[in-house]
């Protein structure tokens, strides 16, 4: 959902099934649908930083980040899952994903520095969580600070 003046949210989004491969897999169709990434080149790259090196934040959220040739500047997309999902085996279920697209030339302590940042502004609002997950308009103040 593109609310003007806001990085695109997906509040409340129903998946098939309720686990992390759905939910990459439909973050890559948002990539594709809203800011053009090829559907293959966005689900690898969601894949591979799943594997590598996707954060689990806090008791709900997770992070990940997928690298596009054409994108010149980062950007980040925020989905809310109508039902939690299991992404690491020894935590909580998560409900928020976020993804950041960055620059396919960005480099590691570029990345570090967004997924920093990430995680402090995750840190500072999660009590507003419960209320976000269902608001396009405080999830997209929420995905403006992200970066």
Known sequence: MLIADHAPVYPRV????YDKLTALQQAAVFLHQDRGLDFQQAISSLLASAARDALQLNDR?????ATDPNCVKPEVLVMTLRKPI??????????????LRVPQLFNDVQLQQLRDRAQAV???NHQ???QWRDDPVGLGMFADDLI
């Open 14 to 17: 129903k998946l098939n099934r």
């Open 61 to 65: 959220t997770a992070l990940i980040h």
């Open 86 to 99: 299991m992404w690491t085996l020894f935590k909580k279920p998560i409900d928020y994903l976020i993804v």
């Open 122 to 124: 995750v840190a500072q």
């Open 128 to 130: 507003f969580f419960a």
